[in-house]
C-alpha cells in the first residue's frame, strides 16, 4: 500500500512539474527529449490494428449535388443516414469552404504553436471560463494516460470573443474559418434531420448549431510513437464535430472491433456524430469511439468545430426527441442541459468508460 501511494504522488508532482512548465508537449520537444515520459505511457487495448485484415473505409461522401437535384439530395441523405448509423463518421467533399481557407487556416494553427514559449505562456490555462484556454491535456489530472499533444479552445458561438481577444498568429483566419465552418454546419444538420425523416429545419430550430467551441491541437514528434496516443480512446460529447486535419494522418475510428484509419483526404472535412446527437436521435444516430495515434513524424495539426453550447447557461434541456420515439421504441436516455452533459464529461476525462452511458435510463 505504501509504494502505491509513493507511485501516486510520484506520478502526481511529474504531473505538476509537466504543467508549470506552461510548454506543453512541444517544449518537451523542443528541449531534445529522446525518451517518453511516464505521465504519457499509454497500455494497449484490446482491439485490433492489424491492417491486413482491415478492409473497412469510411464513406467519402460529395455534396456537390446537395441543392440542384432532388434524386441527387436524396442519396446524400441516405449516404450520411448509412455512414452516421453503421459509422459515426464520414468526410465530406465540395462542402463550400476553399480549400485555400482550409490551408491557410492549418498554417494558422502552426503559427502559433511555433511561437515562443514565453509567447504563448499569456494563453496557457486550467480556466475554463477564459475567452483562450491553451495548455496540455484539458484532463491532465483525471485521465490514466497523458496524450501527447498540446491544444487550444476558443468558444466561438453564440458569445464570441472579441478580435483583439482572439491570439494574433491565427486571429484573422480563425474568424473567417468560424463563419464558414457555422454555415457548413447548419447545412449538416439540415441533412441530419432530414436523415432522421424530420422537417429539414428540426435540429436547427432546437439549437444544435448554436454553438461552437473550436479546438485546434499540435502533435509533435514523438520519440516512442508506440508507448503513448496523440488522443486516447474516446468520443465527443458535442452535437456534431467537423475536423480539418492535416497531410499527416493518425485518426481512427474504432469499428467492429478495428481500429480503421481515417486517411487524410485533400480539400475534405471530417464529420463525426456526437454523444448529444446520439443521446436526441435514441441511438438511431451513433457517436463512434475514437482515437489519433503519435508518431515519429511531425507535428500533425487539426481543427476540430465542435457544435455545443457546453459552456453557456442555457436552461434548455435535451432529450430522446418524441418524433422518433414510439411503443416499440421508447426513450433510452434521460433529459440533460448541454453544460451538465459537458461538465460529467470533462470530469469523466477521455481515455475510460463513456460519459454517455451514465444518461441512460
Not at 14 to 34: H, M, R, Y
Not at 140 to 150: E, G, I, P, T, V
Request: hydrophobic letters at 35%; charged letters at 25%.
Amino acid at each position: 500500500m505504501v509504494l502505491k501511494n509513493e507511485h501516486s504522488y510520484e506520478r502526481r508532482s511529474e504531473l505538476i512539474a509537466f504543467d508549470n512548465t506552461q510548454a506543453g508537449v512541444k517544449g518537451l520537444v523542443d528541449a531534445g527529449v529522446k525518451t517518453v515520459p511516464k505521465i504519457f505511457y499509454t497500455p494497449q487495448d484490446a482491439y485490433s490494428n492489424d491492417p491486413e485484415k482491415n478492409q473497412f473505409s469510411i464513406p467519402v461522401i460529395d455534396l456537390d449535388g446537395i441543392s440542384k437535384d432532388p434524386i441527387q439530395h436524396k442519396e446524400i441523405i441516405e449516404k450520411i443516414r448509412d455512414a452516421s448509423e453503421v459509422w459515426g463518421f464520414f468526410q465530406v467533399v465540395n462542402h463550400g469552404i476553399p480549400r485555400s481557407v482550409l490551408e491557410e487556416m492549418l498554417n494558422g494553427v502552426r503559427r502559433f504553436y511555433e511561437q515562443d514559449t514565453e509567447v504563448k505562456k499569456q494563453w496557457y490555462t486550467r480556466d475554463t471560463s477564459k475567452k483562450v484556454v491553451y495548455n496540455s491535456n484539458f484532463d491532465l489530472f483525471k485521465s490514466a494516460s497523458a496524450n501527447w499533444r498540446d491544444t487550444t479552445y476558443c468558444n466561438m458561438a453564440p458569445l464570441p470573443p472579441s478580435a483583439d481577444e482572439l491570439p494574433d498568429a491565427c486571429r484573422d483566419i480563425l474568424i473567417e474559418y468560424v463563419e464558414q465552418v457555422k454555415k457548413l454546419g447548419r447545412s449538416l444538420f439540415e441533412l441530419l434531420s432530414e436523415a432522421l425523416g424530420l422537417n429539414p429545419s428540426y435540429l436547427n430550430d432546437i439549437g444544435c448549431s448554436e454553438g461552437l467551441a473550436v479546438l485546434y491541437h499540435c502533435y509533435p514528434a514523438c520519440p516512442e510513437p508506440e508507448l503513448t496516443l496523440g488522443a486516447g480512446k474516446h468520443s465527443d460529447s458535442d452535437f456534431l464535430t467537423v475536423l480539418l486535419q492535416d497531410h499527416l494522418g493518425g485518426l481512427q475510428v474504432l469499428h467492429k472491433n478495428y481500429w480503421v484509419d481515417i486517411p487524410p483526404v485533400s480539400g475534405a472535412l471530417v464529420v463525426n456524430v456526437g454523444e448529444l446527437l446520439q443521446l436526441i436521435s435514441n441511438d438511431k444516430l451513433k457517436s463512434i469511439a475514437h482515437r489519433v495515434l503519435a508518431s515519429r513524424v511531425g507535428p500533425r495539426v487539426s481543427m476540430a468545430s465542435f457544435f455545443t453550447t457546453g459552456h453557456s447557461l442555457s436552461s434548455r434541456v435535451y432529450g430522446p426527441i418524441k418524433e422518433l420515439l414510439s411503443e416499440d421504441n421508447p426513450a433510452r436516455y434521460r433529459e440533460t442541459s448541454v453544460k451538465d452533459y459537458a461538465d460529467h464529461y470533462n470530469a469523466t476525462g477521455i481515455g475510460g468508460k463513456s460519459a454517455l452511458s451514465d444518461f441512460r435510463i
